[in-house]
């Protein structure tokens, strides 16, 4: 089966949060008080990707080893169906969201990055690496985005599954329907953390 012929059954997008929804650097401010506050950089074609993801029927997610408040707080701006973290084993989290969503874990497209992500990538329907992936999953992924997670990893995952579904240019047209409101309950949150 092709890439294409794999991402036209897709009906859930799980991605993973470090190195893919980010560049994967983790930074700490340290506070007076020895504790530290942690920050993370996510890009806006990802996350207006998310939108149109929703726009197009795709259920999405996060599966990532981490606990991390900075996620927490872009996830619920991203208005992310399915936030799961500090998951060591990813593969029962990602068992779990394919039944939520009622779909089998062929139905299911998973962004990798590195070996914690292999049980993952090696069962769903579609696995997607970004281009600064670990040499080990580049090699097992259906298919490589164009991008280094950081810089549109995630919305190159998102438009290679809407085109071969043949729904990315309606889904974008859709978008920007200011009257839509289908478009605007889709959108990600106003940026208020």
């Known amino acids: 089966m092709t890439p294409e012929d794999r991402a036209r059954r897709i009906k859930v997008l799980v991605f993973d949060v470090d190195g893919v929804l980010t560049h994967g650097e983790i930074s700490a401010i340290p506070q007076p008080d020895g504790s530290g506050v942690e920050f ?9 990707g998310i939108s149109l993801a929703r726009l197009g029927g795709l259920r999405v997610g996060v599966i990532t080893k981490r606990q991390s408040q900075a996620v927490a707080i872009r ?14 084993h990813k ?14 874990l062929d139905e ?3 962004v990798g990055d ?4 292999l049980p993952v990538m090696r069962v769903c329907g579609l696995a ?12 097992m992924a259906h298919y490589i985005t164009p991008n280094a997670g950081g ?7 998102i438009d290679y599954i809407l085109t071969a579904q043949g729904s990315l240019d309606g889904v974008i047209e859709q978008y920007l329907d200011e009257d839509d409101p289908a478009a605007r309950s889709s959108d990600i949150g106003s940026g208020s953390m």
């Open 75 to 88: 996830m619920r701006d991203l208005k992310m169906e399915f936030v799961y973290q500090g998951q060591a």
């Open 151 to 157: 810089d549109g990893a995630g919305r190159d995952a």
């Open 128 to 139: 997607i690496a970004p281009a600064n992936a670990r040499p080990q999953i580049k090699a």
């Open 40 to 48: 993370k950089g996510f890009s806006a074609h990802d996350g207006l």
């Open 108 to 110: 299911m497209a998973y």
């Open 114 to 117: 590195d070996i914690v992500d």
């Open 91 to 104: 593969l029962h989290a990602a068992q779990e969201i394919a039944s939520k969503a009622g779909v089998t």
